[in-house]
């Protein structure tokens, strides 16, 4: 088998295009010594000759190599000397440019990236005005970091072109839900980080957004938003942003995944709430901005950055299972962050406790209001939103 580049092991990555563990047998066979072969090489500068004197395949890298005959060169010991019956290329796809008139000229991306149609974080093509693009086309926004060029992935990056041109053509904003209190929303957000497919496929490119009043206390919460378009959440969502925001993103550790990147080495799990910021599996990220920031801000972050930079992060801890619901590790944690970053006291009192505050003080913390006051209100619906809500609704009744 020959690359252009070496081997990239998913497991590594974590990125699902590279090779899977299902597929690299070969690896095994190459290692032991048991006919299979592996080497990288520039597949443009070889050609594929049919050798007249045994009919066999031979790469030709040069005119040194008279194919199926003797090899006059120094390097006499190619690998590929002995020929082959067939070949078989696979060597990924271009895109077709055909299906446009001969006066779009839709520019491709770059690099690695040159299979893609070059478009805007909005789907749009740069140099082709109000021609959008969906599905694999559009993997160049996220190329080799979460699942955008295939079906598991893609099927969400449509959803959000649909809601961004919704709110730009009809004027629907965004599907939320509404909260009027941090307690309730809390709630949501953990059900989201647990339960939600959207961002967990789509981690670091979809975030949860969460867009607090003027009291830090009532908040309107965007499911599965384009993390990069945080800075133009107004234009995008049509929702107003009059002070705070809150993302949630899922994130692997900054040094974990990469090409020759070891997944299995000791001491690769972090196991305390003290060390959560030092996870490395999938994990959540809340960042806290006391006002929403611009596109330059986030044009200038850091390249392995998934926001700018906040003021306040909180890392919820690594979890084997996916399930972020241990009491101390993480619900705990994420309280004290909120109350923090919020100014609220979001503790749980008993009936007692709440009457003896009332006593001593004209305002009680959110755990002693009725909770019957609290309500969710879905501000724009689709059938997906539609079903969250009806199981959250049944989620929180008394």
């Known amino acids: 088998m020959i690359a252009r580049t070496a081997t990239k092991l998913a ?12 597929n690299n047998g070969l690896l ?21 000759t049919r050798s007249s004197l045994d009919g066999r395949l031979y790469l030709v890298p ?17 690998a590929t000397r002995e020929g082959y019956d067939r070949i078989i ?3 990924g796809f271009q895109f077709d440019n055909s299906v446009f008139h001969s006066s779009l000229n839709v520019e491709r991306g770059v690099g690695t990236r040159k299979k893609y149609p070059k478009i805007s974080f909005l789907y749009e093509a740069l140099d082709v005005k109000k021609l959008y693009f969906a599905g694999t086309n559009t993997h160049s926004l996220d190329w080799r970091k979460s699942a955008g060029g295939f ?14 041109m919704e709110w730009k053509h009809h004027g629907v904003q965004w599907p939320a839900v509404k909260f009027s209190n941090p307690l309730d929303l809390m709630t949501h957000m953990f059900k989201r980080i647990n339960e939600a497919s959207d961002i967990y496929q789509m981690f670091s490119v979809l975030c949860e957004v969460i867009i607090f009043d003027e009291n830090n206390f009532s908040s309107t919460y965007l499911e599965a938003y384009p993390c990069a378009l945080i800075s133009r959440l107004e234009k995008v969502s049509g929702h107003p942003v009059p002070d705070s925001i809150m993302v949630t993103s899922l994130e692997y550790g900054k040094n974990f995944s990469g090409a020759g990147k070891d997944p299995f080495k000791s001491g690769r799990a972090a196991y305390g709430a003290s060390v959560s910021h030092r996870s490395n599996f ?24 998934v926001l700018p930079v906040p003021d306040r992060v909180h890392h919820i801890l690594e979890e084997f299972t996916t399930k972020f619901d241990a009491h101390k590790t993480h619900t705990l944690q994420t309280r004290r962050f909120m109350e923090e970053s919020l100014g609220v006291d979001l503790r749980n009192f008993f009936a007692d406790q709440c009457f003896a505050l009332s006593l001593v003080s004209s305002s009680l913390p959110a755990g002693c209001k009725d909770r019957n006051e609290s309500s969710t209100l879905t501000v724009a619906t689709d059938p997906l939103t539609a079903q969250l809500d009806r199981s959250f609704d049944i989620f929180t009744q008394p």
């Open 11 to 22: 497991w590594a990555t974590h990125y699902v295009g590279d090779l899977r563990a299902v």
């Open 28 to 48: 095994d066979t190459y290692q032991l010594k048991s006919l299979d072969g592996l080497f990288e090489a520039k597949i443009e500068d070889l050609n594929i």
């Open 62 to 78: 040069d005119v040194d190599v008279s194919p199926g005959g003797s090899i006059v060169s120094e390097a006499d010991n190619d």
């Open 89 to 91: 290329r696979c060597v």
């Open 151 to 164: 079906i598991h992935g893609y099927r969400y990056t449509v959803r959000t072109l649909h809601r961004i």
């Open 282 to 305: 999938l994990h959540p990220v809340l960042y806290y901005y006391k006002e929403k920031y611009n596109d330059t801000a986030f044009i200038s972050k850091h390249r392995q950055w």
